[in-house]
């Protein structure tokens, strides 16, 4: 209820925000992605491929705004701004040169839900994914599906996903819309045997948002051989599945997963890199005053496919305790006990110190989940303090054991 209540808040704000930057978003063509897990590298590959076809394009992901080749961060952990700083983007957007221009635009389920993208007229809408995540605010799963569906209703286009499991609950509130399906295994319009393409993105969860960009930029009347070439030349954005190079023969990566299905199909592709008798090594952990049902799947999926479980800090803002007791908990259930292939050290810089050079032998895979592209770590609830995964890789790697 109290939530309601500040959304009429938040409503007001919006409506104000499009009156003061005059409605910018009508003089765009306005692509919106959302879902659990995929948004921000579907929403770079989307705007990488619209770059590649020449287009004057700019977007607003999770890693940071790119407006007319300005480059903006965001606030900590934020993926879709605040209404006014969204219409301010927009509205900066329309000031290109070129009589048409396209903005990609990551939508949370928390900026449908407070308003932030109202008003803004979406030429596409797409939907990667969902799963279960942010039930601590939507409460259930319908009403987190339901509030993602809201994009797909107002956006021209509607593109889902016709393999995940929201496709069933999707389909009839989308049956008077345009839609166009994109999967793998169940009959779609865009699938990998109607589209040739090649590219360096690994995992079948990479190969799902390749087929979304593909079906967002064929609806765009982007030509295919520019599709094909954006697909080719993309490189994962920041904290996305980001080897780091050394000289100890790891394969380290980064990757933002912290949900339980991303958590697992980054592992699903890690395991399927590994070669001989090379070990997949995982440190997992998850977010104080969030989603805790997730804590022992995260758990029970790490311990099950990955080799070796370091548990360690996520955010846990002053809740660690609570939270690496329910991680070891689903790493117990997915063994039937917790055995020496399990650790616990909740200093993030000491546990990937650990797994680099106590824990790893060469060959293996060390997969650091959780935090990706982030700049900051909340351990006590109350200060951000300065972090980002791939620089304490790099320092872990410059200290002697």
């Known amino acids: 209820m109290w939530q309601k209540t500040k959304n ?7 409506i104000l925000a499009n009156i003061y930057f005059r409605f910018p978003g009508r003089k765009l063509k306005i692509i919106g992605v959302t879902g659990t897990d995929g948004k921000t590298t579907t929403v770079n590959l989307i705007y990488h491929i619209l770059k590649t076809a020449g287009k004057s394009a700019s977007m607003v992901s999770t890693v940071g705004a790119n407006i007319n080749g300005q480059v903006s961060p965001l606030k900590f952990h934020v993926t879709t701004p605040h209404s006014l700083e969204v219409q301010r983007f927009l509205s900066e957007a329309t000031k290109s040169e070129e009589k048409e221009n396209y903005v990609v635009l990551e939508v949370s389920s928390h900026s449908i839900d407070q308003f932030r993208i109202w008003g803004i007229p ?13 039930l601590d605010y939507h409460k259930t799963y319908d009403n987190y599906l339901y509030t993602k569906a809201r994009l797909l209703k107002h956006a021209r286009t509607a593109i889902v996903n016709r393999d995940d499991r929201s496709y069933e609950k999707l389909h009839p509130i989308l049956m008077h819309k345009y839609v166009i399906t994109y999967g793998i295994y169940n009959d779609a319009d865009i ?30 009347g982007i030509d295919e051989k520019d599709i094909q070439k954006g697909i080719e030349t993309f490189q994962t954005p920041a904290g996305r599945m980001n080897q780091i190079p050394n000289k100890k023969g790891l394969t380290i990566v980064i990757d933002y997963a912290h949900t339980p299905n991303g958590l697992e199909q980054a592992l699903k592709a890690l395991k399927g890199e590994k070669k001989d008798t090379a070990r997949v090594i995982a440190l997992i952990g998850a977010e104080g005053a969030r989603d805790p049902g997730k804590r022992e799947k995260l758990g029970e999926i790490a311990s099950r496919l990955a080799d070796i479980v370091i548990i360690t800090g996520v955010d846990p803002r002053g809740d660690a305790q609570e939270i690496n007791k329910a991680i070891l908990k689903g790493s117990e259930k997915s063994k ?22 106590t824990v790893a032998k060469k060959g293996d895979i060390i997969g650091l989940f959780g935090k990706g592209h982030e700049r900051s770590m ?24």
């Open 8 to 14: 009429i808040y938040h409503l007001s704000v919006a």
């Open 122 to 134: 979406f030429e596409v809408g797409v939907i990667t994914n969902v799963t279960n995540e942010h």
């Open 378 to 401: 909340n351990y006590d609830g109350e200060h951000e303090i300065v972090w980002n995964d791939e620089e304490a890789v790099r320092e872990s790697l410059e200290k002697k054991v």
């Open 191 to 220: 699938t990998q045997k109607k589209y040739n393409y090649s590219s360096s993105l690994i995992g079948e969860f990479n190969t799902y948002n390749i087929l979304a960009a593909i079906a967002a930029c064929k609806t765009l």
């Open 336 to 357: 039937g006990k917790l055995d020496r292939s399990v650790f616990v050290e909740p200093d993030r810089q000491k546990a990937i110190y650990m797994a680099i050079h």
